[in-house]
């Protein structure tokens, strides 16, 4: 972000682009009020610095066009008063029509009237810095946004409660009390607390080592949640990929002929399954190419085949393995792959212990009948997941930054307490603890960079 004022008073749209119902021009700082008693005529009329917090007053915006007054729109003026506030300082949100010209003009008049239009994430970037939330409560709001799923969205909620943070200060708690023993026998050695403060030390720090593991250990269910996975379905062509994409996508999304070949390129989309987002992937059947267009085709099959977190090999169960069947085989036995054979509907001809031999399972489905679909579904959890997510975990961490913070913390900890099991000298174990709380500080963001700043709420809309 650049070097703005933090006193300046902002204002932004906080609503999608595009026609809609509502739309909403959002100001906060200082000057807020005073700005909506510019632009503001309240039907009863008394201003809008008038109102007692979290108030809602109907009446009309109001500018000027050749130094005449002109009402721009119709609109409710919410009233939200220091600290009570999404960023602890005066916010006033002004609920306009949808439409863009609408809000555009607002906004304008609003700028024209002394505040600054907000840069990405600065309203969140406030409240962070006000102290209403802590930074992994900011991040949490990104996450939110950004859901895919249902679980997800529920992780999100969960870390904007403050559940993480909860986690997070209690070891810091911890660490910090260990700190003031450590320091003690520091600066007055002659009491020495060897033999006898050592032991509750060292049950300290184990119990946080263990907490951190434990958290730790979840977080790949969290990345998940956060980034989804990359599921591509692939085979030979006609044997029924578009017409498995659009049964896991429960609509038509892809065209389905019994002609042979007829996907010429990539098609995607996101779905939940069990509550895992994936990014599911239809590709051109992988053939000998003629032409050039079958040739790309096939090769972007083979570079989404390549860069995938899970490959679906669907097999046509009427028909016999065929040479491409065998060639798919061999390349992808060794990937995360989930074999499938579809068609059951018809007469089977396919030699399932070919395909047993070289993976553990086998699901079978009929994409066309929508036939053991959800046990298709139950079979791509397990192997991305161990079988999905049901809920949100208190303190699962979705967040990369979060998990490289955890992990230099374990390390730091780990550090002290082959120390203390050395009985080395109480500085080493210190300075273990110290790196180990500052790891975990930065996360609470009650110590953090410009930079560091800088590319979390770069991250986010203009509004947020």
């Known amino acids: 972000m650049t070097g703005h004022n933090i006193d300046d008073t902002i204002a932004a749209i906080s609503t999608m682009a595009g026609e809609s119902g509502i739309g909403i021009v959002r100001l906060s700082g200082s000057r807020a009020l005073e700005i909506a008693d510019r632009i503001f005529v309240p039907k009863d009329g008394r201003p809008p610095s008038s109102s007692d917090t979290h108030t809602l007053r109907y009446g009309w915006v109001s500018g000027k066009e050749n130094g005449k007054p002109q009402m721009l729109d119709e609109a409710l003026l919410s009233v939200m008063r220091a600290p009570r506030s999404y960023t602890r300082e005066d916010v006033v ?7 863009m010209i609408a809000l555009r003009r607002v906004l304008e008049l609003v700028l024209e009237q002394g505040a600054r239009l907000a840069e990405p994430g600065e309203f969140t970037k406030r409240a962070f810095l006000n102290g209403r939330i802590d930074l992994s409560q900011a991040e949490a709001v990104l996450d939110i946004i950004r859901a895919k799923t249902d679980s997800a969205l529920r992780v999100g909620i969960e870390q904007l409660r403050g559940s993480l943070g909860k986690e997070i200060k209690r070891m810091r708690k911890v660490l910090l009390d260990v700190l003031t023993v450590l320091e003690a026998d520091i600066d007055f050695p002659e009491d020495d607390m060897r033999g006898r403060g050592l032991d509750v030390i060292s049950e300290r720090l184990r119990q946080v080592d263990r907490d951190l593991k434990k958290i730790l250990s979840a977080a790949n269910k969290g990345r998940i949640l956060r980034e989804g996975v990359k599921a591509v379905i692939c085979g030979r062509p006609n044997v029924g990929k578009s017409s498995l994409l659009n049964a ?15 996907t010429r390129d990539t098609i995607e989309d996101i779905i939940d399954i069990k509550g895992i987002p994936v990014r599911i992937v239809d590709t051109a059947g992988i053939i000998e190419p003629r032409g050039l267009v079958q040739k790309k085709a096939v090769a ?25 069947d065998k060639f798919l085989i061999k390349r992808l036995r060794l990937k995360k792959t989930l074999a499938v054979i579809n068609k059951i509907d018809l007469p089977q001809k396919i030699e399932r212990q070919v395909i047993l031999k070289e993976f553990i399972s086998v699901t079978e489905i009929s994409a066309k009948k929508l036939k053991n679909i959800e046990a298709l579904e139950d079979a791509i959890a397990r192997l991305i997941c161990g079988g999905g997510i049901a809920g949100a975990q208190p303190a699962l961490i979705s967040n990369l930054r979060h998990f490289r913070n955890l992990r230099k913390s374990e390390k730091f900890i780990a550090g002290a307490l082959k120390s203390l099991d050395n009985k080395l000298y109480p500085e080493l ?7 180990g709380l500052a790891q975990i500080d930065e996360i609470l963001g009650k110590n953090f960079s410009d930079d560091l700043l800088e590319r979390i709420f770069s991250q986010f809309c203009i509004g947020k």
Request: include cysteine.
């Open 429 to 435: 174990i210190a300075e273990n603890v110290k790196e």
């Open 300 to 324: 972007r099959s083979r570079e989404y085949i390549d860069s995938a977190d899970l490959l679906i090999l669907l097999f046509d169960g009427n028909k016999r393995l065929q040479s491409t």
């Open 248 to 262: 896991l996508l429960k609509e038509e999304r892809a065209i389905v002929t019994p002609v042979s070949g007829t």
């Open 93 to 99: 949100e002004i609920n306009c029509h949808g439409g």
